[in-house]
T-cell receptor, first 116, second 112 residues
Framework: GAGVSQTPSNKVTEKGKYVELRCDPI?????LYWYRQSLGQGPEFLIYFQGTGAADDSGLPNDRFFAVRPEGSVSTLKIQRTERGDSAVYLC??????????????FGPGTRLLVL | KQEVTQIPAALSVPEGENLVLNCSFT??????LQWFRQDPGKGLTSLLL?????REQTSGRLNASLDKSSGRSTLYIAASQPGDSATYLCAVIKNSGYALNFGKGTSLLVTP
């Protein structure tokens, strides 16, 4: 399978804990995006990577959220001091060329995060 | 701020019917518009992508149209099948942007 993969598929944590969500993009894709989808809503943009650097992190809701992509491939979304309102499905997408807006973004299955 | 609205929120039709899903957006300065399908517990699958200079795109039983000046797009599904049951999401990318801006989706149920 050559699609975008995300782990874990489900994560249950307690309020105040730290969580890490992982995304493996399609091999060779230089652009990577994180979105968050709350129940009954469409996905909302969080952050966009062009290679190793975060080209736009304007969608991150606050400084408890942080994402890295140290080698330009796998990305990790990190959430500190989780709150119940962070419960959502976190989606990762990738596309072949950085910043080529005409390209389709390929989405992973998402990580469903539940904060108790 | 770009707002994307999808109507109806939910739709139930018997198998074989043709149907139309609607999408509207407030800022016409878009680069392209995409329609996605989302199945429960699954990621998004791109169905059709329409560049801002195009009027429509077709793939099999699906046809999407775009009227950029009026801020509207429609997704037409011909001869619906139970396997078409899913949530359909419309998303736009603004000029010089890259982040998809999504509507809330239309939940479609096609009954046998």
């Amino acid at each position: 399978g050559a699609g975008v993969s995300q782990t874990p598929s489900n994560k249950v944590t307690e309020k105040g804990k730290y969580v890490e969500l992982r995304c493996d993009p399609i091999s060779g894709h230089t652009a990577l995006y994180w979105y968050r989808q709350s129940l009954g809503q469409g996905p909302e943009f969080l952050i966009y990577f062009q290679g190793t650097g975060a080209a736009d992190d304007s969608g991150l809701p606050n400084d408890r959220f942080f994402a890295v992509r140290p080698e330009g491939s796998v990305s990790t979304l990190k959430i500190q001091r989780t709150e119940r309102g962070d419960s959502a499905v976190y989606l990762c997408a990738s596309s072949p060329q950085a910043g080529a807006v005409q390209e389709t973004q390929y989405f992973g299955p998402g990580t469903r995060l539940l904060v108790l | 701020k770009q707002e994307v609205t999808q109507i109806p929120a939910a739709l139930s039709v018997p198998e074989g019917e043709n149907l139309v899903l609607n999408c509207s957006f407030t800022d016409s300065a878009i680069y392209n518009l995409q329609w996605f399908r989302q199945d429960p517990g699954k990621g998004l699958t791109s169905l059709l992508l329409i560049q801002s200079s195009q009027r429509e795109q077709t793939s099999g039983r699906l046809n999407a149209s775009l009227d950029k000046s009026s801020g509207r797009s429609t997704l037409y599904i011909a001869a619906s099948q139970p396997g078409d049951s899913a949530t359909y999401l419309c998303a736009v990318i603004k000029n010089s942007g890259y982040a998809l801006n999504f509507g809330k989706g239309t939940s479609l149920l096609v009954t046998p």
